[in-house]
């Protein structure tokens, strides 16, 4: 994206993978939740995430020890002028899918079009700016981004899904389906049992598996998905060998649940992975949509009644990191870091998008004395609520020109969502609000989550050191009312536009930096979440049979280098 590719042409292996990893053998991984589809690239059902890269291929593959860059793969050469204003992939002519039908440029032209018009809708915005796409000679296709103004687009269309032609239904595409879609990927899909597993199988005669950019990866022959209703039952299925490999998200079971037979023989290794990316956190969202949130002031009075530091001592172990912003933990965040010159200027014309302690860099999440009834943060909470029109009748807060008490429903679909939303819950009661937790399964979640059809909810934004054409399917106001995408607060605010734009354009490091801070500093100004708490490190769990390389990418732990340890004679 900014720079060159670190690593020459002619390399060997990725940094971050064993090249001589042993192939064979069978990884389980558990997931929490459930599935109703295998097609993860249109907006109804909850599909498996990994058929994207496992199954079915992009044109180019990312170097996770970069912040963005790409390198060949159906694609093995790519062309582009310093502006940008088009590209050109060539397709490497060995490149198959997995019925051995060779992949062609009028599958890479298709698969543009169809996920174009009825893909998600971040590819459906992404694609839409691309002017024309043509092929040329029997090889190559070249795509006009005239236009568009988007220096990152030939890199979001170097990961575009290539879809094969002959194979896909476009009139049922959009629906929900258990047929096994046909790839390019090193895995097939085997057996399928709706809602409860996926087991992926090696394909044997993958196309790539010689390429440099994939020794090392993709080492199992058979690779197991099973879903998991609850965390209690997934995690006591691993402690009983039924999946290897565990990412670990609560502090509570990383400290105390951990110790069971196999652990204490070192059967399974506990491991803190440091990463280079911004914190993956957690957040309480507002539906700005609502009329209740509407209003920054009681955005920002709720705020104040999520008391991080008693919830953190009581029921962490304290292990928790409060999250101050959505980049936080990189060069990207604002935190911390007083506005330079060229923010100020890409913020000069939104003089009220931007707090002062926020442009000055003084800003930090509301804290608490601990006591879990700290009076000062109630004091502040309900001087806002007043601002904004609302009093306390007793022990309930009502509009003060209707008499309406103050109440919200805050949904939920895991046992750890519905745990702090309660004690969330009870915070707020002592400011007179009735926050009830709703409790709904997967599928209901996912549909009304999509339809943005809920008060409250809690979510997660991952964010990479490359926000690009992304930022906009999060944040930008035309986001706001396309159903699925990830703007689940409802921005619509045009500074928040303006600088996603300026990122996007920006053709130094510096520039780049500048307004991604920028958008940092606009989002957290905003109040739009409750912005609450990310882990020191990735915690991981394996059973000490799945192995993983010595050296782990910047982007941290990747379940394609694993290998399962060869039988010992």
Known sequence: MHGAPVLPEGFTALPYVNPQAPKGGRLVQGILGTFDSLNPLIVKGLALAAIRGYVVESLMARGYDEPFTLYGLIARKVETDRQRSYVTFHLDPVAKFSDGTPITPEDV?????????????????????????????ERAVRFDLSGSDDRELPLILGLMPVLAKHAVN????????????????????????????????????????????????????????????????QLEAFKRGLYQVRDEQDPGRWQTAYDFPAAREGRVVKEALPTGVPKPSAYFVFNTRRGLFSDIRVREAISLLFDFEWINHNYFFGLYRRTAGYFDGSEL???????????????????????PDVLDGIWSPPASDGSGRDRTSLKRALALFTAAGYELRGTQLVERRSGRPFSFEIMVTARDEERLALLFSQSLKRAGIAARVRVVDAVQYEGRRVAYDFDMIENRWDQSLSPGNEQAFY????????????????????????????????ESQEDFVAAVRALDRVLISGSYTIPLFHLPAQWIARWATIVQPATTSLYGYLPETLWREPKQP
Do not use: C
Not at 340 to 346: G, I, K, P, S, Y
Not at 479 to 495: C, E, F, L, V, W
């Open 475 to 506: 944040w930008g106001s035309a986001a706001a009312d396309q159903p699925g995408t990830r703007n689940y607060m409802g921005i619509k605010s045009a500074a928040v536009d303006t600088m996603i734009a300026a990122l996007l354009k920006a």
């Open 170 to 233: 476009t009139g049922s595409f959009e629906e929900t389906s258990f047929e096994p879609p046909i790839g390019s990927g090193p895995y097939t899909v085997g057996q399928v049992d709706p809602g409860k597993s996926v087991t992926l199988r090696r394909n044997p005669n993958y196309w790539g598996r010689d390429l440099a950019v994939n020794r090392g990866l993709w080492n199992f022959d058979e690779l197991r998905f099973e879903f998991y209703r609850d965390a209690n039952s």
């Open 109 to 137: 032209v298709f698969s543009w079009q169809l996920l174009r018009d009825k893909g998600r809708p971040n590819h459906r915005t992404y694609y839409a700016k691309v002017a024309k796409a043509e092929i040329i000679g």
């Open 333 to 355: 965040s604002s935190h911390g870091r007083p506005a330079d010159a060229r923010e100020r200027a890409l913020l000069a014309s939104f003089a009220d998008a931007v707090r």
